[in-house]
């Protein structure tokens, strides 16, 4: 019991203070919003949070490692465009093209990982010529033209109860949860989570001890872009209709919630439950800021201003800690 | 003895150009602890990187337990259970103490589920043979450095060491931690591991060690045992160079010189320990000591780079309240980087620009630069100071280290500082643009500016200072007027430490 104390302490804390935000937001937004505190609401507010989640999921193990990966967002929609046009033009079957989506993610996961791991490109550049790469893809497979997956009615209507039944019950949730756990145990029990932690914290003393340092990095990009082929999926099921060239945004979105969870961006700290709060937080605030009559451009100023103080308390925390243990 | 474990012979290593490594030898019986000293740069870490696979010979034959060896990576070293101990832990400070022992040899189920319950008895059972009482499943960056290096020893062991190099392994440790360490050297050295031991403090060396090897200049010296010999005779191998610089023999400053600059108390802890010093008016003032001594952070405490925790400074008798470099240039201090190239000039910058870079506001009106004055006073001072550069719009990055040197020195001559502090000042310059270097400090000496020199090699301080300031650990262990000073007394001043004092 202390030793949970003590955890909570010592490595939880901002988790803590994350979901004691995301609860009074959650309460607040019940009390002065109108109709805010409603079942149909609290689907609209899971309907942001799958795709976010899911990206949000990936970045979570890259972010850790001290990189990042700006690219998600527009690996979502490409992987969606290039999924949906095989449907409708090849006429492949709905499965093979959700999991070539999640391929087509992995993908651009493995030219971001060789970039940054063998050729040495910083993370942000890289990532960012893969965003828009991605983006160009995903216009030229369309044609420019907007990729519509079938709808509810459709014979193939089925993948949309992966993540909203018929009669608005949001399965997504469980999908999200399930993904989150599969995350944390990647994280927390297997190699690939070890050495995610061990190369943010010191990659020089980790490639000394011998470990394959450029692998294990590729294999985290891989992991970020397979996750936004899943979040491609859940925003297809979600949203229908993907729009060429779009998908900007979103990854700040993710990286959003991600700091907000309090996952540090200097790498070696983080945790996949923060991620999944810090998601919620955002999801929220997107979903509930009209309800007490600020417009979306609001929501942009205040998730700016929720990023940044996320930032400035890890800065403040790692500062914290530096002058404990040089006084120590 | 039987024959040896190790036996390096002739190893030579070239960086571009530099010979960091002209012929180095070493050899080491199982079971002893044989000391490796010299100066800074003598060469002692390039032959360790070169021992533990992380740089490669380029001359030379190493034997290992009667085979060639040949490293290509640090990995291959390790595998054969030769491991370093490093001077700058290298840790992964968000991982627990069982993880880091085991980073890259993970107990595995099912090759990639992580089995941490085993590592963590596993890493328990290690500490309980050696006599450690550290939790395996603690964080490591919540230990004391002391406890982060037993862990990192342990990690040595579990490899099945059979050389183990020590680098400097006592400079952040507590009395006690030194001797808890030292009885796990003995220990290891009952079950026959070879120990490589480099440190500079004499009286471990005294204390554990069974031979001293010394090197000087990248070449190896000699080898001598430790019993048959004293810490003069060390230290006199270790210096004993042919002095090729005329040493001065007589200060230049006149008694009654005005003090411009009083340091008092000051206190960064742990680098800078209660520091007092003055200096005189036309005054070069030599800062000798062994690396990490605490020269640099005193320099750059004064400096207003970093905050001290205590102390005050006075500046021509008046107390000068120095929070930020902006306070320092505004009392007429300038700052020579030791690193000049990240911490000196802008390289990308022209010659021009980088010389007015703390005196812009001289040259500008309305937050207009002029550039046809700035132009001139550049001009001025290049060919003053005789930098060789086609033009003032040259960028910087394409000068030679010494006329890098000297634009910064105009730097602060267009500023109009009147003390300048020169860390390390010929670094990285070769030996005609060093003595330039020499001429030109000499020159502002005698215009009455005030020079803080500090330098680590001895030959560059007997050669310009008036007067020399040892410090060791953070400590002040000594001054000495120039007339009295030689490299031994200073050596002796720069190992001497708090407890053995």
């Known amino acids: 019991m202390n030793d949970i104390i003590e955890n909570i302490k010592t490595k939880g804390m901002q988790k803590f203070i994350a979901l004691g935000a995301l609860i009074v937001l959650y309460i607040a937004f019940s009390v002065f919003g109108t109709n805010f505190f409603t079942v149909d609401t609290l689907v609209s507010i899971f309907d942001a949070s799958y795709y976010i989640g899911f990206l949000a999921i990936g970045v979570t193990f890259v972010i850790i490692t001290g990189g ?87 014979a193939d209507g089925w993948y949309k109860d992966i993540f909203r039944t018929a009669d608005n019950f949001p399965t997504g949730i469980f999908v999200l949860i399930a993904f989150t756990v599969v995350a944390v145990i990647l994280l927390n029990k297997t190699v690939i989570g070890r050495y995610t932690f061990a ?113 400035l308390l890890d800065i403040y925390r790692s500062k914290k800690e530096k002058s404990v243990k040089q006084k120590s | 003895m039987q ?45 360790m990187k070169i021992l533990t696979g992380i740089h490669q010979k380029n001359g030379g034959t190493i034997e290992f337990m009667g085979k060639p060896l040949h490293l290509k990576s640090p990995k291959e070293a390790q595998d054969m259970g030769i491991i370093i101990v490093h001077q700058e ?97 003995a220990d290891l050295k009952k079950k026959g591991v070879g120990m490589i031991y480099i440190s500079h403090r004499m009286d471990e060396i005294e204390r554990i060690t069974d031979r001293v090897t010394v090197m000087r200049d990248g070449e190896y010296i000699g080898t001598v045992n430790t019993k048959d010999t004293t810490k003069d005779e060390i230290i006199n191998m270790m210096v004993g160079r042919v002095i090729y610089e005329d040493p001065k023999t007589q200060s230049t400053v006149s008694d009654d010189a005005e003090t411009v600059l009083q340091v008092n108390n000051l206190t960064m802890y742990p680098h800078v320990k209660n520091a007092s010093f003055s200096l005189k008016k036309g005054e070069i003032l030599g800062f000798a000591g062994l690396m990490g001594a605490g020269r640099t952070e005193l320099a750059r405490a004064i400096f207003g780079a970093d905050k001290p925790d205590s102390g005050t400074v006075f500046i021509h008798g008046k107390r000068a309240e120095i929070s930020s470099p902006m306070d320092a240039v505004a ?25 007015v870079m703390p005196s812009l506001k001289k040259f500008s009106s309305l937050g207009f630069v002029n550039s046809a004055a700035i132009h001139k006073v550049s001009s001025e001072y290049c060919e003053k100071l005789k930098t060789k550069t ?59 500016k005030s020079i803080i020199m500090i330098s680590s090699e001895l030959t560059e301080v007997l050669r310009m200072s008036d007067r020399i300031i040892v410090m060791c650990e953070g400590r002040i262990t000594g001054e000495l007027d120039i007339k009295d000073a030689n490299q031994e007394e200073i050596m002796k001043l720069a190992t001497k430490r708090e407890s053995a004092g």
């Open chain 2, 331 to 355: 009392n007429g201090i300038g700052y020579l980087s030791e690193d000049r190239k990240r911490y000196g000039v802008a390289v990308d910058l022209s010659v021009s620009e980088n010389s």
């Open chain 1, 199 to 311: 190369i943010g914290s010191n990659k020089e003393a980790t490639r000394l001890s011998g470990v394959n340092v450029q692998k294990w990095e590729t294999v985290v990009y891989v992991l970020s872009g397979l996750f936004a082929g899943l979040a491609g999926i859940a925003y297809a099921a979600t949203y229908t209709t993907i729009l060429p060239g779009a998908g900007q945004g979103f990854e700040l979105q993710a990286i959003a919630g991600v700091v907000v969870g309090g996952t540090s961006l200097s790498g070696g700290v983080g945790s996949i439950i923060g991620t999944f709060i810090g998601v919620f937080i955002m999801s929220v605030l997107k979903i509930g800021l009209p309800y007490v009559d600020l417009q979306p451009h609001y929501q942009t100023l205040i998730t700016g201003i929720v990023v940044i103080g996320a930032v």
């Open chain 2, 3 to 47: 024959t040896p474990i190790l036996k390096m012979q002739h190893i030579t290593k070239e960086f571009t150009g530099v010979k960091a490594l002209k012929d180095a030898n070493l050899d080491l019986y199982a079971g002893e602890v044989h000391a490796l000293v010299g100066e800074n740069g003598a060469g002692k870490s390039t032959l």
């Open chain 2, 89 to 185: 832990l290298n840790m992964m400070n968000h991982l627990s103490v069982a993880e880091n022992i085991f980073i890259g040899r993970e107990e595995k189920k099912l090759g990639f589920w992580l089995d941490d319950k085993s590592i963590n008895q596993k890493t328990a059972e290690l500490f309980q043979k050696l006599g450690i009482s550290i939790s395996p499943t603690e964080t490591i960056g919540n230990l004391t450095v002391g406890k982060q290096q037993m862990v990192e020893i342990a990690k040595a062991i579990s490899y099945h060491a059979k050389i183990i190099i020590f680098d400097e392994p006592t400079a952040a440790l507590t009395e006690t931690e030194i001797n808890e360490l030292f009885c796990m050297i």
């Open chain 1, 68 to 154: 990042i990966d700006l690219s998600i967002g527009t690996v979502m929609m490409c992987s969606a465009i290039v999924g949906g046009t095989l449907y409708n033009n090849a006429g492949l079957p709905l499965w093979l093209c959700l999991i070539i989506i999640i391929l087509v993610g992995g993908i651009f996961g493995l030219g971001n990982g060789i970039m940054v791991s063998r050729l040495k490109l910083p993370p942000f550049i890289a990532t960012l010529g893969t965003m828009m790469v991605a983006s160009g893809v995903g216009s030229i497979v369309s044609n420019v033209q907007s990729t519509t997956f079938p709808m509810r009615s459709a």
């Open chain 2, 390 to 448: 086609p033009s003032v719009h040259q960028l910087v990055r394409n000068l030679s280290g010494g006329n890098q040197q000297k634009v910064v020195i105009a730097k602060w001559l267009i500023q109009n500082s009147e003390i300048l502090i020169f860390d390390e000042p010929t670094r990285g310059i070769d030996v005609g643009a060093k003595s330039e270097i020499y001429t030109l400090m000499n020159e502002l000496a005698q215009m009455g």
